[in-house]
């Protein structure tokens, strides 16, 4: 069984499905995706992204505000409200979608960085991981992981960083989720990263709709296909698909503690 660690189901595009959210669901669930993390990116969004999925037991969802999302003349998000509304939300298994972009966007670093930081603390009271969106930002990314960060980890998503990165956030409790861009032709570099990061540390993610995996490059993506990505990754590991699927289940569980106590995992190592 696979878990899309990170998507975005309020963004699909449903019309394969006739616009049937439960039919794009069954589509998945065919393909043994048990599981699926739905992440926020916004909290003007938040509401009406968790209304989609609070009664689909096995959707769990974030709450957060993307890098992109944060805006000089708006204010940041505090700790006050995050803890607030995470505590509200009972499917809120992590904290996040947060981090730092300064490929697209330099001119807001400064809030991004107290936003990333509010959801650090935020998340480290909570004792909730964090999920983190990390471009162009190496050394500030690690720097406010390791000052404000909390026992209970995170992980870095979509990832397409250095493998010196990845030992770093791994040292820091924090694990290494790959999506449909390690099978893309042109990412040899991160390919060597996976092939030198321990399956232990990793997860599997589409982060659908965006970055559909070889062979449906092109289309809009979906969590129907982590397959893709878990295929990849088993190919480059030299292992089965069936290890890759039960080896990221474990680690999620792991990482997201309380995704497991939600589906009455009572250990998961």
Do not use: W
């Not at 499917?91 to 650090?120: M, P, R, W």
């Amino acid at each position: 069984m696979f878990i899309d660690s990170h998507c975005h189901l309020d963004k699909l595009d449903l019309s394969p499905y006739e616009n049937d959210f439960s039919a794009m669901l069954a589509a998945a669930f065919d393909r043994d995706i048990s599981r699926l993390l739905c992440v926020s990116i916004d909290l003007a969004q938040f509401e009406a992204m968790y209304q989609l999925i609070k009664d689909q037991d096995k959707i769990f969802a974030s709450l957060g505000v993307h890098p992109l999302h944060v805006e000089n003349e708006q204010p940041i998000v505090s700790v006050a409200e995050l803890l607030e509304r995470v505590e509200r939300h009972s499917k809120v298994v992590a904290v996040g979608e947060t981090g730092l972009d300064y490929f697209y966007q330099t001119d807001t670093k400064e809030c991004q960085q107290q936003s990333f930081i509010n959801h650090l603390d935020a998340a480290s009271q909570l004792k909730l991981p964090v999920i983190v969106h990390t471009r162009d930002a190496r050394e500030d990314t690690l720097a406010l992981i390791k000052e404000h960060g909390g026992d209970a980890g995170g992980v870095l998503h979509c990832f397409t960083e250095s493998l010196e990165m990845a030992k770093a956030a791994i040292e820091m409790n924090y694990l290494i989720s790959f999506s449909g861009i390690v099978t893309f032709k042109n990412a040899d570099e991160l390919r060597e990263v996976v092939r030198a990061t321990p399956l232990e540390k990793i997860l599997i993610e589409t982060d659908a709709p965006y970055l559909a995996p070889i062979p449906h490059r092109g289309k809009k993506n979906e969590p129907k296909y982590v397959v893709e990505v878990a295929q990849c990754i088993a190919d480059i590991k030299g292992v089965s698909l069936e290890k890759v699927a039960e080896v990221t289940s474990e680690n999620f569980y792991r990482l997201f503690s309380k995704a497991a106590e939600l589906d009455g995992i009572k250990s998961c190592g």
